[in-house]
């Protein structure tokens, strides 16, 4: 068995085509894949964004929503929004709500790298303490909703996906506690 990550290639009706080694899928040419995105709430209403750690191969430094990763190839996204709460930040999670099924994205980066992903966007509700991955994540803030709103207007302060998910957010059909905050 190889330990290899793998990410689930799709073509533009969304169906998996095949799968692809997440080292080398991302590249000025990046084919559509699977991918999602998770903000994670506290009990307080607030929201962490995270900055990428400086290794990560796409975005690195910059700021973006709680995590996002990959699903392994026939492994439920939600599954795999579990797993990478614990790989990234070293914490559990519940009450995890698929918000923006649909979501799709396509990006490049300064260096020529493109993202394009079909990215599924979750909210959920912290479950333990942070103990982050250095390789993943290199800080954090816990915001209000109002700081990530602000942030999500200006071109430069966070990640393309997250910057065009949080208007989205506003308009979608939220669970109750985070449309107690994201109002």
């Keep these: 068995m190889s330990d290899e990550e793998l990410v689930v290639l799709l073509d533009d009706a969304g169906r998996s085509v095949g799968s692809a080694a997440k080292a080398t899928v991302h590249h000025a040419h990046t084919p559509l894949h699977l991918g999602f995105s998770c903000y994670l709430f506290d009990d307080a209403g607030r929201v962490l964004l995270t900055r990428r750690a400086l290794g990560k191969k796409t ?6 929503n709680s995590f996002c990763g990959h699903p392994a190839p026939h492994e439920p996204t939600v599954d795999a929004v579990h797993r990478r709460a614990a790989q990234e930040l070293g914490t559990t999670l519940h009450d995890v709500h698929c918000v ?5 994205y396509r990006a490049t980066a300064a260096d020529g790298t493109v993202e394009n992903e079909l990215c599924p966007v979750f909210c959920a509700l912290i479950d333990g303490p942070l ?3 250095p390789d993943e ?3 954090l803030a816990w ?7 602000a942030a ?11 910057q065009t998910q949080v208007p989205l957010l506003e ?4 669970p109750s506690w985070a449309r107690r905050w994201a109002a």
Aim: no cysteine; aromatic share 16%.
């Design 152 to 162: 999500a207007a200006l071109d430069w302060a966070i990640s393309p996906w997250a």
């Design 143 to 149: 915001v209000s909703w109002d700081e990530i709103r």
């Design 100 to 104: 923006l099924p649909e979501f799709r």
């Design 131 to 133: 103990d982050v991955a």
């Design 59 to 64: 975005w690195p430094g910059v700021w973006t």
């Design 137 to 139: 994540v290199m800080d």
């Design 171 to 174: 308009l979608a059909e939220l």
